[in-house]
């Protein structure tokens, strides 16, 4: 039996079809700081924000992400897992807006969000 490579790294007991990505988010969602120091309550929006997560498994017919990499995506559209006791979040990967990775070339323009 061959174990699937995120799953050994993991060493999550789940194998991703297609174009799925499991993320676990980095921060709790809830009260947030502003730039000058002022406390923004959770029930507090401004139209719709976006969260960063990392992700930590993909599908086979994942493109543009790798495990490791920080994704953005709008947590309106999520769908919840629990493993082994962890809060994850499963996405396709056209939910996704963008990626920011750490991976860029030396003669590249730059990562625009």
């Not at 060493?11 to 079809?17: N, T």
């Not at 676990?24 to 507090?44: D, F, M, N, Y």
């Not at 962890?86 to 990562?111: K, Q």
């Amino acid at each position: 039996m061959t174990l699937n490579p995120a799953t050994a790294e993991t060493g999550l007991p789940i194998r991703l079809l297609h174009d799925r990505v499991l993320v676990k988010q980095e921060a709790a969602e809830g009260e947030r700081r502003s730039s000058a120091g002022l406390v923004i309550p959770a029930t507090a929006s401004v139209g719709t924000r976006l969260s960063w997560a990392t992700a930590v498994g993909v599908g086979p017919h994942v493109r543009a992400i790798q495990v490791g990499d920080r994704v953005l995506f709008d947590p309106d559209e999520r769908s919840e897992v629990e493993l082994h006791g962890e809060a994850y979040v499963l996405l396709r990967e056209r939910d996704v807006h963008a990626v920011a990775a750490s991976r860029v070339e030396p003669d590249a323009t730059g990562l625009y969000l």
